[in-house]
DNA sequence: AATGAATGAGGATTCATTCAT
DNA sequence: GATGAATGAATCCTCATTCAT
C-alpha cells in the first residue's frame, strides 16, 4: 500500500515491441561503427554496449556473429538496390554509390569477398547471396558499350579489384584510391556519395 | 608462484645451437600454411604444433604476432626481389612470380596493404617496408611506355586492385581471378609461377 | 578464432544479479585469505576458486590484481576510520585495532607502503590515498603529549616500523613482535583486536 | 691439415678455472642490480644476461632461486660482520653501515626476515642463518646503558622496525626515513655509508 | 666449464554464450 | 522483452629448468 511502483520504477524499460526494432536498428548502426573502427573481430559485447543494450539483446536479433555482419552487409545493398531502381539512375550514379560504401569501411569490402580463409568470419553463404544482389543491380545499368559489359566475371572482379585498392586510413585516402582503381579500369563512376534519403 | 615444470618424465631433446635456424624456417614454414588455411587470426600455438616446437621457441624467435607474419612476407618479397635481379628479367615475368604469391595466400594480400582497421594484426610498420621494397623491385623493370609507367601510385595501386581480386576457395580459381585483373589493366604479365631454386 | 564453449553438459547456474555483490564480496574474503597464506603474487585463478566463481567474474569485478589487493585494503582502511569515529575512541583504541590489521596478515603491510621496487604489485596509487586515510584517522586522536604527536612524518614512519616488525608464523608470533615494537616507541596501544560489529 | 684451431677460434672463451670465480661474483653483482631495480621476483634469465653470461652457469653456482638472493645477502652480512671485526668499531659505526644497507635495496629487507607468507621466495632457512649472523655481529658492540641492550629480542625487533620504515622511490628518501625510525628509538647510528674497502 | 636453445607448465586475460531475474 | 552477471574454454605469454653441443 505504500509505494505503488510508478511505472519505470525498478524495471530496465521495457517500451513494448516497438522497442524491439528500435534496438534491431540500433545495433546495426553500432555495429557498422565498431567494425569500422575495430574491424570485424570487435567483441560483441563492445557492439551490443554501443548500442545501449544488454548482450541479450543482441542474441535475440541475431544468432550469431556472422547475421550482425550480415545485417550490416544487407543495409548496404539496399541501399545500392535503391538507387538502382530510381527512375533515371545510370551506371555511373550506381558505381559512385557503390563505391561510397566501399570507401566507408573496410568491413563491407572483407564482406564482400569473404570467401576466402577458412577461418574467416563465416558469412559465405550470406555473402554470396548479397553479392549476386549487388551484381544484379549494377549489371542492369551496363550498357553495351561498357568496359565490364562484355564477358561474364568481368564486372565482379573489378568491383572487387577496386575493394582491394580501397585502403588508407581516412575516408580521403580511400575515396582517392577507389577512383585511380576504377580509372585503371577506364570506368567512369560517378561521384562518391552515400543515399541522402 | 613459479613454474616448476613438474619434469622428470621425458624431455624431447635438446638439439643444441644449430637446430635454431632449422626451428626458425620451420616455424615460417608452418605459419605460411596455418596462415593459408586459417587466416592471419590463427592462434600462435597451432603455428608451433606444426612446426613441431613448444610455444617458447616460436615467442624466441618471434617477439610478437606481427613479427611471424612479416617473416613470412619477407621471404615472399625477397622472392619477388630475387627475379627483378635475375638478368634476363623482364616486368612480365617479375610480375608472375608476384601474382603467384598472391595466388598462393590470402595472408600475403592482407599483409601486403594491411593499414586497414584498428584492430588488425598490426604489421603496419614493416609492411610498408616491404610494400616499398615490392614497388622497387617492380618499378625497376618497367619500360616507358607501359601502362602503369606514368603516374606515381599507379603501380601499386594495380598491385593492390589484383591482390583485391584474388579470391576463391582453390588456387585455380584464384589464379584465374587473378589473370582476369590484369587483363582489364590491360597489363601483361608471365607465366603465374613460382621462383624455382 | 573463437570460444565456443563445447557446453552442453551443465552450466552452475546464474543467481541473477544479486549475487554480484555476493560475489564481490566472496571475491575480497578470498583474496584476503589467499593473500594472508600464499602472498600478494599468488595467482588470481587461486583467488577466484577459493570464492567459487569463475575467473571471469574476478575480472569484471576487478579490472587487474592491484584493484583486488586495493579493494582488500580498503575495507581494512575503512574499519580502522570506523573506530576513529567512535564515540569514547581514544588513539589508544584505534591503534589496537590498526594493529590487529597489522598481524593479520603480510598483505595489509605489504600495500600500505607498497612504493617500493618497480617490479612490485603496483599498487602505489590506490595505496597512498588509503595510507592518508589512515594517517587521518590517526591524528585526529593524537593528543598534545603523545610521542608521535611532534614532527610531520613520524606518526607513518612509526606505522610502518611496527608493520615491518610484524614478522612471523603465526599470528601470536606477530602478535607478540608488533607489541614489542610498540613498546620500544614507547606508545601504549589498547587490546589488539578486531572491530566487533 | 688446413685450419689449425688457433686457441679461441670456435669456443666461448674457457679461461680456464678462474673463470668460475669471476662469473660467480659477476652473478651476484648482476643480482643485487636486478633485485634492486626489479624486486626479488625478476626471471632469473634476467641476472645470467645481466651478467653476461649464459643461464647454464647461473644453475651450475647456484641449485635455485633462493639461493641467488642467499649469496646475495651473505655479501652484505659479511662486511657487516667486517665492520663488527674493525678494531675501532662501536655499536654507532656498525648500525650506520647496517643501515646503508637497508637503504641500498628493498630486496635486502624482504631477505631479512622474509619468514613471512608462505609464497616467499623460499629463503627461511638460510635468511634466519643469515640474520643470526647480523644478530651477533650487533650484540657484540651493545653497551650496557643503550636503549636496545636490555631483554632478548629487541634488537633484531628494532632492526626490523627500521627496515619496515625503509620506503621510498629514491635512496635519499629511504636513508631520510631509515634516521627518522632509530631516532624514534632513541639510537644513534653512524654515518649512513657502504664499507669503503 | 660455458652456451643458449628448447620444453612445457602455469598464470593472465578475453569473450562467446547462457540464463536467472 | 530486456538486463547484465556468470561461466569457462581458448589463447597469449612468461620463465624455471634441462641438456646437446
Redesign the interface.
Known amino acids: 500500500m505504500t509505494h505503488q511502483p510508478t511505472q519505470d520504477e525498478r524495471r530496465p524499460a521495457n517500451d513494448g515491441r516497438k522497442a524491439a526494432a528500435r534496438n534491431r536498428a540500433a545495433l546495426i548502426a553500432a555495429a557498422r561503427e565498431i567494425?569500422?573502427?575495430?574491424?570485424?573481430?570487435?567483441p560483441l559485447s563492445a557492439i551490443a554496449r554501443r548500442a545501449g543494450v544488454g548482450q541479450g539483446v543482441l542474441y535475440r536479433h541475431f544468432p550469431d556473429?556472422a547475421a550482425v555482419a550480415t545485417a550490416v552487409l544487407e543495409e548496404n545493398v539496399r541501399q545500392i538496390e535503391q538507387v538502382a531502381a530510381e527512375p533515371g539512375a545510370g551506371i555511373v550514379r550506381v558505381l559512385g554509390v557503390l563505391t561510397w560504401h566501399q570507401t566507408q569501411?573496410?568491413?563491407f569490402?572483407s564482406l564482400l569477398?569473404a570467401?576466402?580463409?577458412?577461418?574467416?568470419t563465416g558469412v559465405p553463404a550470406y555473402a554470396s547471396a548479397l553479392s549476386e544482389r549487388v551484381e544484379r543491380a549494377l549489371r542492369a545499368h551496363l550498357p553495351a558499350g561498357h568496359?565490364?559489359a562484355g564477358e561474364r566475371?568481368?564486372l565482379m572482379?573489378?568491383v572487387?579489384?577496386?575493394?582491394?585498392?580501397v585502403?588508407?586510413?581516412t575516408r580521403e585516402h580511400r575515396e582517392r584510391?577507389a577512383l585511380?582503381?576504377w580509372r585503371?579500369?577506364g570506368v567512369e563512376v560517378g561521384p562518391v556519395l552515400p543515399l541522402e534519403d
Not at 160 to 165: D, K, L, R, T
Open positions: 567494425y569500422a573502427d575495430s574491424g570485424l573481430n570487435a556473429r569501411s573496410a568491413a569490402i569477398h570467401e576466402g580463409a577458412g577461418g574467416g568496359p565490364l566475371d568481368d572482379v573489378a572487387a579489384m577496386v575493394s582491394g585498392a585502403t588508407g586510413p584510391r585511380a582503381a585503371l579500369l
